[in-house]
């Protein structure tokens, strides 16, 4: 999905409305570099130097 799309969605709090495909593509990237010892910090930052929206990030997180 676009990230312009998802970063409509979320700041206008549509976020539940993203498939939750996509919700899983995050959690897998998460979980994958956890495992392997990556700080939360660390992934965090990866992820929005990749271009991920803030919230989304943070939403994953906080969700667990």
């Known amino acids: 999905y676009p990230h312009e799309k998802v970063d409509y969605l979320f700041e206008n709090s549509l976020h539940e409305l993203l498939p ?32 991920w929206n803030k919230k989304i990030v943070d939403g994953v997180f906080e969700k667990g």
């Open 20 to 51: 939750k495909a996509y919700d899983e593509q995050i959690k897998k990237y998460i979980n994958y570099y956890l495992s392997r010892g990556m700080s939360k910090t660390a992934i965090k930052e990866a992820l929005l130097e990749k271009g």
